[in-house]
């Protein structure tokens, strides 16, 4: 079973009832890339997440021209929300890069999760840098709610997961994140549970949610995204109900 709504991620939490999700699994707008007050303000999603000789057209998202200090603040406010309709126990997930990474373990904690660690997601297909370093690796900050609560669901998962972006027509979002990595990361929700997403993109978290037999709680703020989310997750859950 799946919700996805089209709106704010701070309006639509704000409404949903307290203490009904066993996982939030989430891929903010980094506010990432802006050198300068110029570039920040004005590049758009695309300019800054995109290679100049991309051969996809796909969408730009909303959301992603806020300062370091506002980013932090911002995605406080939304986390709170998470915890609030987190379930004693529940795990967040919450997608970051290498510059954003100390604002979002402020903006976990300051929330009132309890952070955990860092996972490694490792992209085999990655770009290169001149006279540097290849950029291979993004993070996803862990935290619980309360204690980790491991009878309820006993599971041992790697601190490291691989997977490169998809390529072609399955392709839906600029910033889309391997089915295979979401697929093991849904499984820090109980089977059977619930899984919060409230940045839901093309709907990847939901995919793979449903995929492992969990439910899913989705938010999108951009219209086109919803439409591509919705469609997504309709032919993942009428797959599921058909299944023997």
Not at 86 to 98: I, K, P, Q
Not at 205 to 229: K, M, N, Q, W
Request: aromatic share 8%; with cysteine.
């Amino acid at each position: 079973m799946h919700q996805l709504h089209q709106g704010d991620a701070l309006s639509v939490l704000s409404g949903m009832d307290p203490a009904s999700v066993d996982a939030v699994i989430t891929d903010p707008p980094y506010n990432s890339g802006g050198r300068t007050t110029g570039e920040r303000t004005t590049a758009t999603a695309r300019g800054k997440y995109v290679s100049s000789d991309a051969a996809h057209q796909l969408a730009d998202f909303p959301g992603d021209n806020r300062d370091q200090r506002s980013y932090t603040y911002w995605l406080t406010l939304v986390l709170g929300e998470c915890l609030r309709v987190s379930r004693v126990g529940a795990a967040a997930l919450v997608f970051t890069d290498w510059r954003q990474l100390p604002s979002t373990s402020d903006a976990l904690q300051a929330a009132g999760w309890t952070w955990r660690g860092c996972v490694v997601w490792h992209k085999p297909v990655a770009r290169p840098r001149r006279g540097g370093f290849t950029q291979a690796t993004e993070y996803i900050l862990w935290g619980s709610n309360g204690p980790v609560v491991g009878d309820r669901n006993p599971v041992y998962l790697p601190g490291l997961v691989s997977g490169s972006q998809p390529r072609g027509r399955g392709r839906n979002h600029i910033t889309q994140k391997p089915l295979e990595v979401m697929r093991q990361l849904v499984q820090i929700c109980p089977p059977g549970g619930t899984v919060l997403d409230p940045f839901a993109g093309a709907g990847t978290t939901g995919v793979a949610a449903l995929a492992e037999d969990r439910d899913f709680v989705g938010v999108e703020l951009s219209p086109h995204y919803h439409a591509i989310a919705a469609a997504r997750l309709s032919e993942t859950d009428s797959a599921r109900d058909v299944a023997p």
